[in-house]
């Protein structure tokens, strides 16, 4: 009886430490599985982050878009507005041609009143020798008449000055206007000049990071050669918005992939200067290239050529030439002077434009230039050497790189 009652007392005992041991291991089970479920719930939440951060420079970017939208428009509406005074001032022109026609009238008038006057005059005379006993009565208002004649006469003739100086003046006005309507057209036309000088530049000095095809050449990052290239290319990233997006940790993985022979590559500063050029800062990608390589950085304004300028500034460089060119050719010594140095600083900028227009022109064959292979060769030495002559290293290495890829594209 002894034996069942133990028997029985270990078959609890067992259970006992059986149901023990499950309630550890799945309590630790859980443990594990909440840790997982928050470590899931931190990525997420850094990766809404970053998204956050995405969505905040694509709204900035577009307020900027907004902002030099509405700068635009207000220029245009300034022109209009220029346009809305030149009607007026031509009303007024004609205002006061209809008052002149009205004084005119009034003149005419005034005529036949002084024939009217002489014939009273005769008529009296002839009275007065009508009448002796009354001659110097009569004489005396004769000449008192006579007086009053040559006074209103002269009256008139101040008025005919008058009138010949007001039409002087409408003519003067005349010219004014003429020459502000020549002026409102002449800014017009640089207006449109100085929207394709900043577009020929922004493209030309983009095309030294694009390749023959058109496409991202990653080779312009600094560390980044044609196998890595290749490489890169092979794994999906081939733009360098992708390349800015790609990971450091994604970047070695696909290093180590491609095998030993990248072990020495350095992918940490690719994706920034990627983003140096995906937001078209060209100065700063430089900047970059040369710490990277161990030279002390330059400042902004030393690169050449001013890409990192606005439109704003480059649109002042223009209307400052065209302005002294202008100014020396209706001045004097002094303004010619001052017209020289105007055009030196348009000038400067001037020859970037045509380089630019001259290699976009040879490359693609748009236009009216020459399509055949010798006017196309000519139209691209021509670019170089104007890029040559007025811009730095790196406007010429721009030029010469698109001038060979216009070639190669028109062999093929």
């Keep these: 009886m002894s034996g069942l009652w133990w028997l029985v007392i270990g078959l609890l005992a067992?259970?006992?430490i059986e149901l023990a041991i499950d309630y550890r291991y799945w309590r630790r089970q859980a443990q594990v599985e909440a840790q997982r479920l928050a470590e899931q719930?931190?990525?997420?939440?850094?990766?809404?982050?970053?998204?956050?951060?995405?969505?905040?420079?694509?709204?900035?970017?577009?307020?900027?878009l907004t902002a030099l939208q509405t700068a635009l428009a207000a220029k245009d509406a300034e022109l209009l507005a220029q346009a809305q005074r030149t009607d007026e001032r031509a009303e007024e022109v004609s205002h006061l041609e209809q008052?002149?026609?009205?004084?005119?009238?009034?003149?005419?008038?005034?005529?036949?009143?002084?024939?009217e006057r002489e014939k009273d005059i005769a008529a009296r005379n002839h009275a007065l020798k009508a009448g002796e006993a009354d001659y110097a009565t009569r004489l005396e208002t004769l000449q008192a008449s006579e007086a009053d004649v040559t006074r209103r006469v002269a009256v008139v003739s101040n008025r005919e000055s008058a009138m010949q100086n007001w039409e002087a003046r409408i003519l003067a006005r005349e010219h004014e206007v003429g020459d502000k309507e020549t002026e409102l057209v002449r800014q017009a036309a640089t207006a449109a000049d100085l929207r394709a000088t900043v577009g020929a530049m922004k493209e030309l000095v983009a095309r030294q990071y694009r390749t023959a095809e058109g496409a991202d050449d990653l080779r312009a990052i600094e560390g980044i050669d044609d196998q890595i290239a290749d490489l890169l290319r092979k794994a999906g990233i081939e733009t360098f918005e992708r390349l800015s997006e790609t990971s450091l940790g994604e970047l070695t993985r696909t290093l180590e992939g491609g095998g030993s022979r990248f072990g020495l590559a350095d992918p940490l500063s690719w994706a920034e200067q990627a983003e140096y050029l995906v937001s078209s800062d060209y100065v700063g990608l430089e900047r970059m290239k040369e710490e990277l390589r161990g030279r002390r950085p330059r400042d902004a304004e030393s690169l050449e050529p001013p890409v990192a300028q606005s439109a704003a500034d480059a649109s002042q460089l223009v209307i400052a030439g065209s302005t002294g060119e202008s100014t020396g050719q209706g001045a004097g010594q002094g303004g010619a002077e001052g017209g020289a140095e105007g055009a030196g600083s348009g000038q400067d900028f001037g020859a970037g434009a045509e380089a630019a227009a001259a290699i976009g022109s040879g490359a693609s064959g748009d236009g009216a230039t020459d399509r055949s292979p010798e006017g196309v060769e000519q139209a691209e030495r021509e670019a170089e050497e104007a890029a040559s002559a007025s811009h730095g290293p790196l406007f010429q290495a721009a030029a010469a790189r698109a001038g060979d890829r216009g070639r190669r594209k028109h062999r093929r």
């Design 14 to 16: 067992g259970w006992l």
């Design 41 to 64: 719930e931190a990525a997420l939440d850094a990766r809404a982050q970053l998204l956050g951060g995405k969505q905040a420079a694509q709204h900035q970017r577009d307020e900027e």
């Design 99 to 115: 008052a002149m026609d009205k004084r005119r009238a009034d003149l005419d008038r005034m005529g036949l009143t002084l024939n």
